[in-house]
């Protein structure tokens, strides 16, 4: 490759390099019009999930938890032996708390549950048979995407950010009633006092791009 050749890769490169950071720089932008947008719709329904569609795909907007637990002991004196078993003291000080028992602690605190829900009604309204209300039911986790998807499978489409978010608020209550249904009103307080929740807003776009080797459609998280 002789100097003129490498001397266009260079000048190559660079107009790519320049491009790449404009478009990041306008992509950032657009991101965060996006979470503002589905920040204040969020905010104004009471909802947790949203997506928002265009042409390509779509943008998904969900809050995410920060969760740390401040009082080890006395979440102990409350819970027993549960709290031994669902939480591993780590030498450095931190918790390792079971996924499930989390989520409980996580909607304890944050109130973010609601016994009121009846799944049944929800997937009834949703349209579903009694056929594949039994089966999806046994597989709801109460998570907006994997809940969004199975019921897809079942022929359900559209946003569904309202019954999504009513199943999440039933089986946080599920979780609830598992893991301190048994406690007095001054046993959750002392459970809630024990941990600390802060949200944050977690966004991504979702797309199908064509594999270049074989032209097969891909996932884009």
């Known amino acids: 490759m002789n100097k003129e050749q490498l001397a266009a890769l260079v000048d190559e490169a660079i107009r790519l390099e320049r491009s790449m950071k404009e478009d990041k720089k306008r992509l950032d932008a657009i991101k965060a019009e996006l979470t503002t947008a589905a920040f204040a719709v969020m905010d104004n329904r009471n909802l947790s999930f949203l997506q928002i569609f265009g042409r390509a795909g779509h943008f998904n907007a969900v809050y995410k938890?920060?969760?740390e637990i401040d009082n080890y002991d006395r979440l102990v004196s409350v819970l027993g032996?549960?709290?031994?078993?669902?939480?591993?003291?780590?030498?450095?000080i931190k918790y390792d708390t079971e996924a499930?028992?989390?989520?409980?602690?996580?909607a304890l605190f944050k109130g973010d549950f609601d016994k009121s829900v009846v799944i049944d009604d929800v997937l009834r309204g949703l349209g579903l048979s009694p056929d594949a209300m039994k089966a999806v039911k046994k597989k709801l986790k109460g998570d907006y995407l994997k809940d969004k998807k199975l019921l897809e499978t079942v022929g359900v489409q559209g946003d569904l950010e309202e019954e999504l978010d009513a199943i999440r608020l039933a089986?946080?209550?599920?979780?609830?009633?598992?893991?301190?249904?048994?406690?007095?009103?001054?046993?959750?307080?002392?459970?809630?006092?024990?941990?600390?929740?802060?949200d944050s807003i977690s966004v991504g776009l979702e797309y199908?791009?064509?594999?270049?080797?074989?032209?097969?459609?891909?996932a884009e998280d």
Do not use: C, H, P, Y
């Open 171 to 198: 089986k946080n209550a599920e979780l609830i009633e598992r893991f301190f249904g048994e406690l007095t009103d001054e046993q959750i307080e002392g459970v809630k006092k024990s941990v600390f929740v802060e």
């Open 208 to 218: 199908a791009k064509e594999d270049e080797d074989n032209g097969n459609a891909a």
């Open 81 to 92: 032996e549960i709290a031994k078993s669902k939480i591993v003291r780590k030498e450095e």
């Open 100 to 106: 499930r028992f989390k989520a409980a602690l996580i």
């Open 65 to 67: 938890e920060k969760f």
